[in-house]
Protein backbone atom coordinates (compact mmCIF):
# COMPACT_ATOMS: atom_id res chain seq x y z
CA UNK A 1 0.00 0.00 0.00
CA UNK A 2 1.07 3.84 -0.87
CA UNK A 3 -0.19 4.87 2.07
CA UNK A 4 -1.19 3.63 5.47
CA UNK A 5 -3.92 6.78 6.98
CA UNK A 6 -6.23 8.37 4.38
CA UNK A 7 -7.63 11.98 5.19
CA UNK A 8 -10.43 12.65 2.82
CA UNK A 9 -12.46 15.35 1.83
CA UNK A 10 -16.22 14.93 1.72
CA UNK A 11 -17.82 17.26 -1.25
CA UNK A 12 -16.19 16.14 -4.55
CA UNK A 13 -14.51 13.19 -3.34
CA UNK A 14 -16.15 11.27 -1.74
CA UNK A 15 -20.10 12.35 -2.55
CA UNK A 16 -21.92 14.63 -5.64
CA UNK A 17 -22.79 17.47 -3.22
CA UNK A 18 -23.66 19.71 -6.33
CA UNK A 19 -27.59 19.39 -5.56
CA UNK A 20 -28.09 19.73 -1.80
CA UNK A 21 -25.16 22.74 -2.06
CA UNK A 22 -26.31 25.27 -4.64
CA UNK A 23 -30.30 24.60 -4.70
CA UNK A 24 -29.75 25.75 -0.76
CA UNK A 25 -27.51 28.53 -1.82
CA UNK A 26 -29.79 29.57 -4.61
CA UNK A 27 -32.59 29.46 -1.94
CA UNK A 28 -30.83 31.52 0.74
CA UNK A 29 -30.07 34.40 -2.52
CA UNK A 30 -34.01 34.44 -2.97
CA UNK A 31 -34.85 34.99 0.60
CA UNK A 32 -32.64 38.04 0.66
CA UNK A 33 -33.81 39.56 -2.49
CA UNK A 34 -30.38 39.11 -4.52
CA UNK A 35 -30.47 37.97 -7.89
CA UNK A 36 -29.00 34.59 -7.85
CA UNK A 37 -27.15 32.26 -10.36
CA UNK A 38 -28.46 29.28 -12.16
CA UNK A 39 -27.24 25.96 -10.71
CA UNK A 40 -24.57 24.96 -13.17
CA UNK A 41 -22.99 28.33 -13.11
CA UNK A 42 -22.16 27.77 -9.39
CA UNK A 43 -19.67 24.59 -9.55
CA UNK A 44 -17.25 27.18 -7.96
CA UNK A 45 -18.80 27.16 -4.78
CA UNK A 46 -18.20 23.17 -4.06
CA UNK A 47 -15.78 22.98 -1.58
CA UNK A 48 -14.39 26.16 -0.48
CA UNK A 49 -15.58 28.01 3.12
CA UNK A 50 -19.54 29.16 2.92
CA UNK A 51 -18.75 32.30 4.05
CA UNK A 52 -16.01 32.93 1.30
CA UNK A 53 -18.22 31.95 -1.86
CA UNK A 54 -21.17 34.33 0.29
CA UNK A 55 -18.97 37.31 0.26
CA UNK A 56 -17.93 36.99 -3.41
CA UNK A 57 -21.87 36.27 -4.17
CA UNK A 58 -22.92 39.18 -2.32
CA UNK A 59 -20.40 41.53 -2.89
CA UNK A 60 -19.88 42.35 0.57
CA UNK A 61 -17.85 41.87 3.70
CA UNK A 62 -20.36 42.86 6.29
CA UNK A 63 -20.99 40.18 8.74
CA UNK A 64 -24.23 40.06 9.36
CA UNK A 65 -25.51 40.08 6.09
CA UNK A 66 -22.73 37.18 5.29
CA UNK A 67 -23.95 35.09 8.53
CA UNK A 68 -27.91 35.58 7.86
CA UNK A 69 -26.98 34.34 4.31
CA UNK A 70 -25.13 30.97 6.04
CA UNK A 71 -28.06 31.16 8.72
CA UNK A 72 -31.05 30.65 5.92
CA UNK A 73 -28.33 28.17 3.39
CA UNK A 74 -28.39 26.00 6.62
CA UNK A 75 -32.50 26.03 7.26
CA UNK A 76 -32.56 24.49 4.00
CA UNK A 77 -29.68 22.49 3.91
CA UNK A 78 -30.28 20.54 7.14
CA UNK A 79 -33.40 19.34 6.39
CA UNK A 80 -33.36 18.47 2.25
CA UNK A 81 -30.36 19.83 1.16
CA UNK A 82 -27.87 17.27 2.91
CA UNK A 83 -29.89 14.61 1.44
CA UNK A 84 -29.32 16.16 -2.08
CA UNK A 85 -26.18 14.28 -2.82
CA UNK A 86 -24.89 10.95 -4.67
CA UNK A 87 -21.93 8.45 -3.47
CA UNK A 88 -19.39 8.67 -5.96
CA UNK A 89 -19.32 4.69 -7.69
CA UNK A 90 -16.85 3.03 -6.62
CA UNK A 91 -16.25 4.82 -3.79
CA UNK A 92 -17.56 2.35 -1.00
CA UNK A 93 -15.57 -0.52 -2.21
CA UNK A 94 -12.54 1.50 -2.55
CA UNK A 95 -12.95 2.44 1.43
CA UNK A 96 -14.00 -0.90 2.06
CA UNK A 97 -10.69 -3.00 0.05
CA UNK A 98 -8.50 -0.33 1.73
CA UNK A 99 -9.59 -0.92 5.26
CA UNK A 100 -9.30 -4.42 4.72
CA UNK A 101 -5.69 -3.91 4.22
CA UNK A 102 -5.01 -1.74 7.08
CA UNK A 103 -5.30 1.76 5.83
CA UNK A 104 -7.44 4.26 8.20
CA UNK A 105 -9.94 6.45 6.99
CA UNK A 106 -10.31 10.25 8.25
CA UNK A 107 -12.74 12.85 7.26
CA UNK A 108 -11.58 16.38 7.15
CA UNK A 109 -14.09 18.26 5.53
CA UNK A 110 -14.74 22.15 5.82
CA UNK A 111 -18.15 21.00 5.68
CA UNK A 112 -19.87 21.14 9.22
CA UNK A 113 -19.04 18.10 11.23
CA UNK A 114 -22.71 17.80 11.93
CA UNK A 115 -23.96 17.69 8.16
CA UNK A 116 -20.68 15.58 7.84
CA UNK A 117 -21.84 12.86 10.11
CA UNK A 118 -25.42 13.31 8.59
CA UNK A 119 -24.24 12.30 5.08
CA UNK A 120 -21.77 9.24 6.18
CA UNK A 121 -24.34 7.77 8.18
CA UNK A 122 -27.04 8.53 5.36
CA UNK A 123 -24.87 6.33 2.70
CA UNK A 124 -23.97 4.10 4.98
CA UNK A 125 -20.16 5.61 5.20
CA UNK A 126 -19.61 6.00 8.42
CA UNK A 127 -18.57 2.93 9.61
CA UNK A 128 -15.07 3.31 7.81
CA UNK A 129 -14.08 6.05 9.71
CA UNK A 130 -11.94 6.22 12.75
CA UNK A 131 -12.08 10.16 12.23
CA UNK A 132 -14.77 12.39 11.12
CA UNK A 133 -13.91 15.90 11.81
CA UNK A 134 -15.54 19.08 10.22
CA UNK A 135 -15.70 22.67 11.09
CA UNK A 136 -17.58 23.80 14.00
CA UNK A 137 -20.95 26.06 13.07
CA UNK A 138 -19.63 28.43 15.24
CA UNK A 139 -16.66 29.15 12.78
CA UNK A 140 -14.15 26.70 13.84
CA UNK A 141 -11.62 24.92 11.89
CA UNK A 142 -12.98 26.09 8.73
CA UNK A 143 -9.64 26.62 6.75
CA UNK A 144 -8.79 23.96 5.90
CA UNK A 145 -5.33 23.49 7.04
CA UNK A 146 -6.30 24.66 10.52
CA UNK A 147 -8.57 21.48 10.11
CA UNK A 148 -6.28 19.20 8.85
CA UNK A 149 -4.12 20.28 11.50
CA UNK A 150 -6.69 19.15 14.19
CA UNK A 151 -7.43 15.56 12.32
CA UNK A 152 -3.67 15.36 12.78
CA UNK A 153 -3.65 14.99 16.42
CA UNK A 154 -4.86 11.54 15.72
CA UNK A 155 -2.11 10.36 13.70
CA UNK A 156 0.94 9.07 15.45
CA UNK A 157 4.17 10.99 14.31
CA UNK A 158 5.88 8.08 12.99
CA UNK A 159 2.86 7.48 10.53
CA UNK A 160 3.17 11.16 8.88
CA UNK A 161 4.99 10.16 6.00
CA UNK A 162 2.43 7.67 5.23
CA UNK A 163 -0.63 9.99 5.51
CA UNK A 164 -2.30 11.51 2.46
CA UNK A 165 -4.73 14.12 1.85
CA UNK A 166 -7.51 13.51 -0.74
CA UNK A 167 -9.79 16.12 -2.01
CA UNK A 168 -10.81 18.00 -5.30
CA UNK A 169 -9.98 21.43 -4.82
CA UNK A 170 -6.74 23.64 -4.26
CA UNK A 171 -7.65 24.06 -0.73
CA UNK A 172 -7.05 20.33 0.07
CA UNK A 173 -3.66 20.85 -1.49
CA UNK A 174 -2.77 23.97 0.25
CA UNK A 175 -4.14 22.73 3.57
CA UNK A 176 -2.12 19.33 2.94
CA UNK A 177 0.89 21.60 2.36
CA UNK A 178 0.79 23.52 5.44
CA UNK A 179 0.53 20.20 7.29
CA UNK A 180 3.78 18.80 5.24
CA UNK A 181 1.81 15.46 4.34
CA UNK A 182 1.59 14.75 0.92
CA UNK A 183 -1.92 14.98 -1.38
CA UNK A 184 -3.52 13.36 -4.01
CA UNK A 185 -6.11 15.51 -6.34
CA UNK A 186 -9.05 13.66 -7.40
CA UNK A 187 -10.33 15.06 -11.12
CA UNK A 188 -14.11 14.03 -10.92
CA UNK A 189 -14.38 16.38 -8.67
CA UNK A 190 -15.21 20.42 -8.64
CA UNK A 191 -11.94 21.26 -8.98
CA UNK A 192 -11.06 22.35 -12.43
CA UNK A 193 -8.21 20.82 -14.73
CA UNK A 194 -6.39 24.31 -14.18
CA UNK A 195 -6.57 24.77 -11.06
CA UNK A 196 -5.19 21.20 -9.77
CA UNK A 197 -2.30 22.11 -12.38
CA UNK A 198 -1.37 25.31 -10.91
CA UNK A 199 -2.23 23.93 -7.06
CA UNK A 200 0.75 21.17 -7.88
CA UNK A 201 -0.65 18.15 -5.40
CA UNK A 202 2.32 14.70 -5.75
CA UNK A 203 -1.04 13.22 -8.14
CA UNK A 204 -3.54 13.95 -9.79
CA UNK A 205 -6.58 10.55 -10.16
CA UNK A 206 -8.67 11.34 -12.84
CA UNK A 207 -11.04 8.94 -11.73
CA UNK A 208 -12.45 6.73 -8.94
CA UNK A 209 -10.62 3.67 -10.97
CA UNK A 210 -7.61 5.62 -11.09
CA UNK A 211 -7.34 6.95 -7.61
CA UNK A 212 -7.30 3.06 -6.31
CA UNK A 213 -4.76 1.87 -8.98
CA UNK A 214 -2.80 4.47 -7.32
CA UNK A 215 -3.07 3.77 -3.36
CA UNK A 216 -3.13 0.01 -4.17
CA UNK A 217 0.64 1.15 -6.10
CA UNK A 218 -1.14 -0.65 -9.16
Excluded at 61 to 78: G, H, M, Q, S
Excluded at 124 to 140: A, C, H, R, W
Aim: a negative charge.
Amino acid sequence: MRYKVLLWDLDGTLTDSKEGITLSVQYALSQLDYPFPKVDDLDWIIGPPLKESFKTLLQTTDDVLLNRAITIYRERYREIGVYENIVYPGIPELLGQLKENGCRHLLATSKPRVFAEKILQHFLLDPYFSVIMGSELNGNFVEKDVLIAEVLKKVPTDLRPETVMIGDRSYDVHGARANHIDVISVGYGYGTPEELREADPNYIAPSVRELKELLFGL
